[in-house]
């Protein structure tokens, strides 16, 4: 996917790219090749791979859940790395008010230098891993969306996101294919933490064969005031 067929991708979308933001991702990808020579940020460094997999991959959940993505909205990305997907959101819908929280000092200098090349507002990021800033209670329960790519398993995931998502807001999921078994094995870890499935939707990459499933969690109810637990418990011994 070439740039061209990005903006023509999204077209087909009701999203129509104004120069600035095609400005911006052009930008967006220069400056994470760049970076990724120092920086280990991404695999994939090809333009059309970049375009395809990383910023069209990101900005799906706005075609499949739209309803839940509303102006002024304020999303948390929980281990976002190289910005995945909050940055690409964030372009599209400039409104949104973001927090990126990441463990890794070196990705977040780089977010820091890309929001500012990007000319971004309402951007906040935070240095730390998931359990200690769910526990924070500057961000626990503090956003209406929370997302998360590539992170971690869902059981393990759920218990990272959901504890930052606030009473009625939404967990979004981006998974790579078949996530059907991963959903359901972690049916008891969403509802302890206080969510409840609402939909799971599987996609195909257009013009590719990249399969992708995006699932969206309601939160419920508040979640339990142990979760999540110490730093690294949810990976060692997820809730089963």
């Not at 503090?142 to 606030?166: G, H, I, W």
């Not at 078994?181 to 933490?193: G, R, T």
């Amino acid at each position: 996917m070439n740039p061209e067929q990005f903006v023509q991708e999204l077209s087909k979308h009701n999203f129509k790219l104004s120069e600035k933001q095609i400005k911006q991702f052009k930008l967006y990808f220069t400056n994470l090749v760049a970076a990724n020579e120092h920086v280990n940020l991404t695999r994939i460094t090809a333009q059309e791979d970049v375009y395809l997999k990383h910023f069209f991959d990101s900005i799906t959940p706005l075609f499949v859940f739209s309803s839940v993505f509303k102006p002024n909205a304020t999303l948390c990305d929980v281990g976002a790395g190289a910005g995945f997907p909050s940055i690409p959101l964030k372009i599209l819908m400039p409104e949104l008010q973001v927090t990126i929280v990441d463990s890794l000092g070196k990705r977040l200098t780089f977010l820091q230098d890309l929001v500012t090349k990007l000319d971004l507002e309402g951007v906040t990021l935070v240095h730390g891993r998931a359990e200690d800033v769910g526990q924070n209670k500057l961000y626990r329960e503090q956003f209406d969306l929370v997302t998360a790519r590539a992170v971690a398993n869902m059981a393990v995931l759920s218990e990272y996101c959901l504890p930052l998502v606030k009473t009625n807001g939404y967990f979004v999921a981006l998974k790579g294919p078949k996530a059907e078994s991963e959903l359901k094995d972690s049916q008891k870890a969403v509802k302890v933490l206080g969510g409840k499935v609402i939909e799971s939707q599987e996609l195909t990459l257009p013009e590719s064969d990249e399969e992708r499933t995006l699932i969206l969690v309601q939160k419920v109810q508040a979640t339990l005031k142990k979760y999540p637990r110490q730093a690294g418990t949810p990976h060692r011994k997820p809730i089963h």
